[in-house]
């Protein structure tokens, strides 16, 4: 049976990081986060106390970055910083993007050690790994994949979709990879209630879309 609206909120990650967004964006964020129950909010860092407090009482989490600027390409050290500080002011998950220069340097060992010692600062939060499938192939995915595995992440992260969208391919390759031992979260371009059933069924359990197409797509979800 095709998912509804209600249960489809409970796995979008609602988001709003557009550089120019305001305060007035993420007040609406969070209203919009009450009233549709969504799963998660992710707004600028800058604005995380206030989403914590907008959403404090409700089963809604708020987005942690740590090290997601610059292809990934912070030092270890301070994507740790970066997860420590944002479990210390109220965030429910972390997520960090993947070295990529590591990853198509062949310096494996490096980003096992870094998804390692993220994880280790949050043992009881999800930890996701944001990969940016489209600025690899599908065998760097498959690796990318693996090494997260590796050191610990609890979601590999299709994309950001500041370099295209996400694709059923890239999807359909990180499902063969993970093979259903951690979760995938698709993201990046997703505009249609088809995509995401599209997405789902080959092996998507979680979404990052932004605000105003998650609201589109809910309601798509309702009138099927």
């Known amino acids: 049976m095709p998912i509804n609206g209600k249960d489809l909120a409970r796995i979008v990650d609602a988001t709003n990081i557009k550089i120019t967004a305001t305060k007035a964006d993420m007040e609406r964020l969070i209203a919009e986060g ?8 992710v707004g600028l860092p800058c604005f995380g106390p206030m989403l914590i407090e ?4 409700y089963d809604i989490k ?12 912070d030092r270890w050290e301070v994507k740790v910083e970066q997860a ?8 429910g998950e972390i997520e960090s993007r993947l070295n990529l220069g590591y990853l198509k340097s062949g310096l494996y060992d490096e980003i096992v050690h870094e998804v390692r010692a993220i994880k280790d600062v ?6 996701k790994v944001l990969l940016e499938v489209t600025q690899m192939t599908d065998e760097e ?12 992440a609890d979601f590999v992260k299709s994309a950001s979709g500041e370099y295209g969208p996400t694709t059923l391919h890239h999807v359909e390759v990180m499902s063969s990879a993970v093979k259903g031992r951690i979760g995938i979260k698709a993201s990046g371009g997703i505009r249609s209630i088809q995509t995401v059933d599209q997405m789902m069924e080959i092996g998507a359990t979680r979404f990052g879309i932004g ?3 998650a609201l589109k797509i809910l309601e798509e979800a309702d009138n099927r």
């Open 211 to 213: 605000l105003d197409s």
């Open 62 to 73: 708020v987005h942690g970055a740590a090290g997601l600027r610059d292809g990934g390409g």
């Open 84 to 91: 420590k500080s944002k479990l210390a002011m109220g965030c």
């Open 141 to 152: 995915i498959r690796i990318a994949c693996e090494l997260c595995m590796d050191g610990g």
């Open 122 to 127: 949050c043992p009881n939060n999800i930890y």
């Open 54 to 57: 907008g959403v404090k009482g």
């Open 34 to 41: 009450i009233k549709h129950n969504f799963g998660m909010l």
